[in-house]
């Protein structure tokens, strides 16, 4: 794995504009994102793990209906 495809808790929150270590914690959560704790329990993931949710397999999996 590339080094760049990984994501420090640091990033994370000034990425997505928390300040606090829970809210972050919660916004993963909520969102189906994977992560882990790190060295002195701090929250690293991956790229692929935030766009995960955004290109999941449940978008292939079901075709839309069309109109008749």
Request: hydrophobic share 35%; no cysteine; net charge positive.
């Amino acid at each position: 794995m590339d080094k760049t495809e990984l994501l420090s808790q640091p990033e994370l929150m000034e990425w997505s504009g928390f300040k606090q270590r829970t809210g972050l914690i919660q916004w993963l959560l909520d969102n189906r994102i994977p992560f882990f704790y790190g060295k002195g329990g701090t929250i690293v993931t991956t790229v692929s793990a935030i766009n995960s949710p955004l290109i999941g397999q449940e978008s292939i999996k079901k075709k839309p209906k069309l109109r008749k």
